[in-house]
């Protein structure tokens, strides 16, 4: 097997155990303490690197630096509520609904082509969607609601990615967002502010350990192979996900779900295909560094 399909394989495993390591701190602390310590994990990882490159924090795109900090904060509050009120892999598949919103996003602000690739992949994914919200479904509820605006969301805050990374080097973008959301997410922290109980530790230290281990290995893999091979791979976090949801919460999916997610993740890769889109990383995995 290539090294860069264990890699994109790592990636996907990491992430999948990550969005479990949230679920179990989400039980015993605020959401809002949860959403911090990732952010600040994932800073602590990434200032090393913005020592050894050498790259300083200055920026001419200020706003637009924040305006992505925001988005992508919003998303991750999101995403991390539906980990906690949903079955894994439905929190996981709604928040990988983000490259259908990069090429609608992309089109609206960025001035690119819709393409009758994107527009199968937009009517594909809508159909996937609906089959995820029929009406028995877990998912339809507003729980479901918000992990689907978290992928919208999501999407936005890459799409800001890809017009940043136009003049801003790709190191400053992921650190500017892990500096700008510790301490944005530093101060709803404060209200409900809980000291963490040790298995509480134990959950947040599994939390910033695997979430920092899927970036590295997706890194790994970008740089061992081109993204249109890679993204798709990303998707495999929902199997790993299934699996860990069933083995420690039992839980099954439906037949219309399935379909539905069989769906979206055909329409997600038809939008990778087609262009070196973002890789679909949680909200809760610090944004990738293209090599």
């Known amino acids: 097997m290539r090294r860069w399909v264990l890699f994109a394989l790592l990636s996907a495993a990491s992430f999948a155990v990550m969005a479990a390591f949230v679920r179990l701190a989400s ?40 305006f992505r900090i925001s988005i992508g904060l919003m998303a991750m509050y999101l995403y991390f509520y539906a ?48 089959l995820l919200f029929h009406p028995s479904s877990s998912i339809a509820s507003m729980a479901g609601i918000l992990g689907l605006l978290s992928g919208a969301l999501a999407g936005l805050a890459l799409t800001t990615v890809k017009k940043l990374s136009r003049t801003e080097p790709g190191l ?9 959301a510790s301490i944005i997410s530093f101060v ?11 298995e509480a530790w134990v959950w947040i230290i599994g939390m910033a350990l695997f979430g920092n281990i899927g970036h590295l290995a997706l890194t790994r893999a970008y740089r061992l192979a ?52 973002p890789a679909p990383t949680p909200p809760g995995g610090v944004p990738i560094i293209r090599p």
């Open 226 to 277: 081109p993204a249109s091979q890679v993204s798709p791979m990303s998707y495999s976090s929902l199997l790993f996900a299934g699996l860990i949801g069933f083995l420690f919460w039992h839980e099954v999916p439906d037949l219309p779900g399935l379909a539905g997610a069989l769906i979206i993740v055909t329409a997600g890769i038809m939008v990778a295909r087609e262009r070196l889109e």
């Open 27 to 66: 039980e015993s602390l605020p959401q809002t303490e949860v959403v911090f310590f990732r952010n600040f994990a994932a800073l602590l990882m990434l200032i090393p690197l913005l020592y050894r490159g050498r790259i300083s924090l200055s920026t001419s795109h200020p706003g637009l630096h924040l």
């Open 188 to 198: 709803p922290m404060l209200w409900h502010f809980r000291w963490p109980s040790f």
């Open 172 to 180: 400053r973008i992921v650190v500017m967002f892990a500096l700008g």
């Open 83 to 130: 980990l906690s009120h949903l079955p894994l892999a439905d929190a996981l598949l709604l928040n990988y609904t983000s490259p259908l919103f990069i090429g609608l996003f992309a089109v609206m602000w960025l001035n690119e082509q819709w393409t009758r690739s994107r527009q199968l992949a937009s009517v594909v994914g809508l159909l996937g969607v609906a």
